[in-house]
T-cell receptor
Framework: GQNIDQPTEMTATEGAIVQINCTYQTSGFNGLFWYQQHAGEAPTFLSYNVLDGLEEKGRFSSFLSRSKGYSYLLLKELQMKDSASYLCASYSGAGSYQLTFGKGTKLSVIP | NAGVTQTPKFRVLKTGQSMTLLCAQDMNHEYMYWYRQDPGMGLRLIHYSVGEGTTAKGEVPDGYNVSRLKKQNFLLGLESAAPSQTSVYFC???????????FGQGTRLTVV
C-alpha cells in the first residue's frame, strides 16, 4: 500500500528558511518527488531523490532517508513568489507504475 | 514550445452527458497520465499509458476510459458524467517512469 503524510499548511517570513516534511509508507519504494503548484496552475517539477542524502538546487534542497521513510524540502531565502502548494509524491515501479501524491502543503510567505 | 496542451480548459456537463478531454504533447514522451485533483485529496492517478496503443488503470479509474492511438495524444472519456466527477483534471507526460512529469494547464469540469 501507499501512504503519504505532509502538513496541510505552513507560514513563513520572507527571507527566512522553511522545511516542509513528508513521511511515506510505500511498498516497493523507488524514489521521492517534490512538485510546486501555484494556485490555479499546474504542478511543476522540483526534485527527485532516489539515494539517501541532501540534493541542492539553488535556493531549494531536498533530503531523503529511505530507512526512515522520510523526506523534506528546504527552501532558503524565501520570496513572496514561493507562496504555493508543495506536493510530495512517492514512486514505486514494482509490478506497475505507481506514483502516489500527498495532499500537499500550502506555504504562505508573509512580509 | 507548447509542451502539454489540454482541451478544453473549462466545461460544464449535465449528469449523464458524455465528453472527451484531449491531451497533446510535443516532447515525444512515452509516458502519459491523467490525474484528477480535488480539495483535500491531492492528485490521484486515473489512467496512464506507457506507450502508443497501451493504457493501464491507476488509482481511481471507475467511470473513465482512455485511448492512446497516437503517441502524442492521450484522450480521457467520461461516458456518463456524475456530480462526483466534478474536479480539476490534469494531463501529464514524461520521458520515463522516474522522470520529470510535465503537466498541462488543467481542465476544470463541473457536473450538475
Amino acid at each position: 500500500g501507499q501512504n503519504i503524510d505532509q502538513p496541510t499548511e505552513m507560514t513563513a517570513t520572507e527571507g527566512a528558511i522553511v522545511q516542509i516534511n513528508c513521511t511515506y509508507q510505500t511498498s516497493g519504494f523507488n524514489g521521492l518527488f517534490w512538485y510546486q503548484q501555484h494556485a490555479g496552475e499546474a504542478p511543476t517539477f522540483l526534485s527527485y531523490n532516489v539515494l539517501d542524502g541532501l540534493e541542492e538546487k539553488g535556493r531549494f534542497s531536498s533530503f531523503l532517508s529511505r530507512s526512515k521513510g522520510y523526506s523534506y524540502l528546504l527552501l532558503k531565502e524565501l520570496q513572496m513568489k514561493d507562496s504555493a502548494s508543495y506536493l510530495c509524491a512517492s514512486y514505486s515501479g514494482a509490478g506497475s507504475y505507481q506514483l502516489t501524491f500527498g495532499k500537499g502543503t500550502k506555504l504562505s510567505v508573509i512580509p | 514550445n507548447a509542451g502539454v496542451t489540454q482541451t478544453p480548459k473549462f466545461r460544464v456537463l449535465k449528469t449523464g452527458q458524455s465528453m472527451t478531454l484531449l491531451c497533446a504533447q510535443d516532447m515525444n514522451h512515452e509516458y502519459m497520465y491523467w490525474y484528477r485533483q480535488d480539495p483535500g485529496m491531492g492528485l490521484r492517478l486515473i489512467h496512464y499509458s506507457v506507450g502508443e496503443g497501451t493504457t493501464a488503470k491507476g488509482e481511481v479509474p471507475d467511470g473513465y476510459n482512455v485511448s492512446r492511438l497516437k503517441k502524442q495524444n492521450f484522450l480521457l472519456g467520461l461516458e456518463s458524467a456524475a456530480p462526483s466527477q466534478t474536479s480539476v483534471y490534469f494531463c501529464a507526460s514524461s520521458y520515463a517512469a522516474e522522470g520529470e512529469a510535465f503537466f498541462g494547464q488543467g481542465t476544470r469540469l463541473t457536473v450538475v
